[in-house]
């Protein structure tokens, strides 16, 4: 009898950091998620092939029993492309992640099955419906899952020589924060779940990396689970980068732990130096006036600080990009993302751009952090598009470069140059058309795995999904 054959597809996305750059390799491997996926396949009945389209192509001609394709908003039409020639071949194909999720009757006219949220507590019945021909429509779980006995990432699938930073490690789900213009809380809930410390650990053991990435939303979420884990990390020889908010960033012993624990790295999403921006936005937790004794506080520690800012906010004008990049040479960030906002479909930001009419256009391929999809307040699109191009060359110029290096302290000095060279050869490979072209509004509407949690914002995407009924997701 033939082996069955799963074919797990992460579609090309072509970003900054997941592009091939230096040494065929790219800065961050993609593939977290149908890791995940692939470990919840049983193997005693499937072989898993994996295929990450931004460093190999997609062996087309191969007799697989099911196609899955995780896919953002961003490179969702490639993954509907994937599908679509699958499909066309008689393959099932079953898509999940975030834009499918969100939109997954969308979705549906490109496969017969989405997964929407989670996977582990919908994967059995969907392979079993699979064996049986009756695989299609939406699967969701009516609970989420607690994150305990979580089966080991499929590691094995990696093609590790590819990627500078290719282990992330899941200890938690959820964020505390309600960011407008963020997914994660309507993908995982604004309540954390955590993984037992022990499953954790097990799993940083054998990875087979002693150089891992935390893959939390915001891994400083909450004072003391984090210490646990740092404390269980402490005399592994491992060394980690993680996502976190600024608030706790802030705590001397979370730091002192963090670097005794073989922490090199923090990136802080603090989005704006504006705190009118901030509020508007719900980051309620950034305080602008303590960022630069943020960044001098965690070099102390020998960590880097990896800041993640956004323009085209309401409260910005024509003069944000100079005043940020300036802020951050002379604050000596190590290193910087800036990204153009986004309003993607289902989130908070959408549901206000869309009810007053701002979103442009409605092709997700331009839904990338880098083209304009809408029409900001304060500026025209081409001086949003094209001031977000002039912050990266400003803050990766050789210049700055040279008076941010680290002469002094403890940070990983071969870690930091290899960001910066990334990120500066990156930034100077774009090829964007700065805005995007006009188009006609879906005829789907988005609608989020999770409600939101106030009543006006629920009320707001019912209205705009089509009403209190059953819904798909």
Partial sequence: MRTRIIHLINPKT??????????????????????A?????????????????????IDFDLKADLVGISAMTSYVNRGYEIADRFRAKGIPVAMGGVHPSFMPREALTHCDAVVIGEVELVIDRLLTDLEQGTM????????????VGMPMPRYDLLKKNRYVNRTFVQTSRGCHQGCTFCAEPLMNGLKFRYRPVDEVIHEIENCGSSTISINDADFFGTPERPKEVMRALRGRGIQWQAGVTSKLAQDDRMLELAAASGCTMLSIGFESISRDTLTSVHKHVNRPETFATLVEKVHTYGIMVFGLFMFG????????????????????????????????PGTLTWYELKKANRIVSYDWTMYDQGRVVYRPAQMSADELR???????????????????????????????LIYNLFMRKASQTENIVSIAEPTAEPDLAPMPPILPVKREWRAAVLEAAGGPGPHLS
Avoid at 50 to 57: K, R
Avoid at 399 to 409: C, K, N, T, V, W
């Fill in 14 to 35: 072509d970003s900054l950091t997941t592009r091939p750059i230096y040494l065929n390799r790219a800065l961050y491997s993609p593939l977290a998620g149908l890791l």
């Fill in 386 to 416: 094209i001031g977000q191009g002039s912050a990266y060359e400003g803050f990766y110029s050789k210049s700055s470069i040279a008076s941010r290096f680290p002469m002094r302290g403890k940070r990983h000095r071969a870690q930091w």
């Fill in 136 to 147: 299609r429509g939406p699967y969701k779980s009516d609970a989420l899952h607690p994150m």
């Fill in 313 to 344: 906010f309401d409260g910005d004008d024509s003069s944000v990009f100079e005043r940020t990049v300036d802020f951050n040479i002379a604050s000596k960030y190590d290193a910087c993302a800036y990204s153009v906002l986004t309003p993607y």
């Fill in 37 to 57: 996926v692939a470990a919840s396949i049983p193997r005693d009945r499937y072989e898993v092939v994996l295929t990450d389209e931004n460093i190999e192509s």
